[in-house]
């Protein structure tokens, strides 16, 4: 977790990568800056001093921008060198901090990309139900996070797994947050870009598990329920599990709500065995 200083900081290059994405951009464009920033973030994994040059806050940030510009010019596009001289100029807490902060900004763009194309609400669509098969997948799971696996192996049983059947945007987030070695879960790294999707629309997202489908108008008396309750936009993702019996489960964040027939059903089982 990010402390203050971070959180100032990211706050601050989320602000200027917006600026340089500009409304001009193509989604393929964008795509295409998400990977190569990507890869700086990797680069930056991968070199302990270069990570730790760019990320020391005793140094001029006028001179970590400039010393960055020089290492990329010409190997990325101008776009990404913005993007990297703006995050090298905050003061992070940490140095991974900044590298954390460039792999966001490529799931940034990404969702840029998406919402360019008109197709944001499917990729978190996709994203949710992805993460609910991994619910029930836990060999699937432990291969995707498995570190001594080589990354080409378990980003090529990603894709056989859901390739043909995702958007490519959708694709591109989950084969980066499988190879990148700075997310340890693939399941907490959905959670954290389904968070990301939200924020672009200034929402919460809230993953609802029920029995059986819900309703148009069932979705809907939800949503203004949860609206009124947390006092901000709520974006409903649903799922069906049988095992919850009845009633829903509904996760915001890191809180729970459960009111599943199966959460009483467990309650009162250790009423009566109390």
Do not use: C
Not at 48 to 73: M, N, Y
Not at 131 to 159: C, F, H, K, N, Y
Not at 161 to 188: D, E
Request: charged share 25%.
């Amino acid at each position: 977790m990010m402390r203050s200083a971070s959180r100032e900081a990211l706050a601050q290059l989320e602000q200027r990568q917006r600026a340089v994405l500009g409304d001009d951009a193509s989604a393929e464009a964008l795509t295409s800056l998400a990977a190569e920033l990507y890869s700086v973030a990797d680069l930056l994994v991968a070199q302990p001093r270069l990570r730790r040059t760019l990320g020391d806050p005793a140094t001029q940030p006028q001179r970590r921008a400039d010393f960055v510009g020089q290492i990329l010019s010409g190997r990325v596009s101008p776009a990404a060198v913005e993007v990297t001289k703006a995050a090298v100029s905050q003061r992070w807490s940490s140095p991974w901090d900044l590298t954390d902060s460039l792999e966001r900004a490529g799931d940034d763009t990404l969702f840029a990309a998406a919402q360019r194309q008109g197709l944001l609400d499917e990729v978190e669509d996709e994203l949710f139900r992805f993460e609910r098969i991994l619910g029930t997948q836990s060999q699937l799971t432990t291969l995707l996070d498995e570190a001594s696996v080589p990354v080409q192996r378990r980003t090529d049983l990603l894709r056989g797994v859901i390739g043909a059947k995702v958007q490519p945007i959708t694709l591109a987030l989950l084969t980066h947050a499988v190879a990148s070695q700075r997310k340890r879960s693939i399941t907490l790294a959905i959670d954290d870009l389904l968070d990301s999707a939200a924020a672009r629309r200034e929402r919460s997202v809230a993953r609802v598990i029920s029995a059986a489908p819900l309703t148009d108008e069932q979705q809907s008396r939800l949503t203004a329920a949860l609206t009124a309750m947390y006092g901000r936009a709520i974006s409903i993702r649903a799922a069906v599990d049988p095992n919850v019996r009845g009633g829903l489960v509904v996760h915001v964040g890191d809180e729970v709500i459960d009111g599943s027939v199966a959460a009483r059903l467990a309650q009162a089982r250790i009423t009566l065995a109390g």
